[in-house]
């Protein structure tokens, strides 16, 4: 690529190949809409200051759009150095802050990362994966999903399986579909499930779980934390639920145990201090 001094980068791509996206942030925050045209990306990179694209990769083969920002350093003045050694790079100094904005079509999938800002994905999306070191992270409508935060909020529309993991901070899924197992983690902070058809993990060190269950199974455990389940009316739920030092109700009307062949959900709960509260 030509050198290239200045605060923003525009490319754009059209493949006859199915797209899809692998992007690598050193630092800024990335945004991902899955509004393009079928066959067509594109990609804007907008810096805080004036910086040298060159190291820049913006590129797309067979359908696989490439978007790689190392630590960019004003060219004029600053001190500090980036380099690569294989998967692993490493920053000094004064980086400039690179925000990246993607288009790509409708059911792409989507990996990307960056080591400090936030992600957000909007529209619907293939299989997607999104990290940051620290930021908070977002994804509207996808299939199985993979989410990491060293330390942030996450927060999903739609999925229909996958694994949300962050150190410190609440996650929130609106609605998981299934096939496919949902586990979420927190080190620190809230986990919330708003209807979930499949089997369900969550687990927080310090923070309340909410999860409205409309079928499979619950094995939920918080440190310290309060535990409310919603069940359907009319469904036989075998219970296996414990605290220790709180308060345990049930408020769902009994229905006796499941007959031969009969759907039923299992819930287990687990809570070194906080209430557990099963309802309808």
């Given at each position: ?14 493949d006859?190949?199915?797209i899809s996206l692998?992007?690598?942030n050193?630092r800024g ?12 990306a594109s990609?804007e990179l907008?810096?805080d200051?004036?910086?040298?694209f ?11 759009v490439v ?9 004029e003045?600053s ?5 690569s ?7 000094a100094?004064d ?6 904005i ?13 080591r400090?800002g ?12 999104i990290?940051t070191?620290?930021?908070d992270?977002?994804?509207q ?14 927060s ?26 949902l ?11 708003r209807?979930?058809t ?10 309340d779980i909410?999860l409205d269950?409309?079928?499979g ?9 309060d535990?409310?389940?919603r ?18 109700t ?22 070194g201090t ?7």
């Open positions: 690529m030509n050198q290239t001094t200045a605060t923003t980068l525009t490319r754009t791509f059209a006859d190949a199915t692998l992007l690598d050193a925050d990335v945004t991902i809409h899955a509004d393009a045209d079928a066959g067509t990609v907008r810096a200051r004036e910086v040298d060159e190291q820049v990769e913006l590129s797309c083969r067979d359908g696989r978007v790689d920002v190392p630590a960019l350093l004003n060219p003045g001190r500090g150095f980036s380099f050694l294989g998967p692993l790079k490493l920053s100094g980086a400039a802050t690179v925000d990246v993607v288009h790509v079509p409708h059911g792409a999938q989507v990996e990307a990362r960056t400090v936030d992600v957000s994905v909007t529209g619907v999306t293939g299989t997607t994966r990290t070191g620290s930021g992270l977002r994804a409508e996808c299939a199985e999903l993979r989410a990491s935060s060293g330390s942030g909020d996450i999903v529309g739609t999925l229909t399986a996958g694994t949300v993991t962050t150190g410190s901070g609440d996650v929130r899924v609106e609605e998981c579909t299934g096939p496919g197992a586990q979420l983690r927190s080190g620190s902070g809230d986990l919330t499930v209807t979930r499949g089997e369900t993990t969550a687990a927080t060190g310090s923070g909410d269950l409309r079928a199974g619950a094995t939920l455990r918080t440190g310290t934390g535990v409310v389940v069940v359907p009316r009319e469904t036989p739920v075998w219970l296996d639920l414990n605290t220790g030092l709180g308060d345990v049930q408020r769902i009307d009994p229905v006796g145990p499941p007959q031969q062949g009969q759907d039923h959900l299992s819930v287990s709960v687990r809570s906080g209430d557990i509260l099963i309802t309808h």
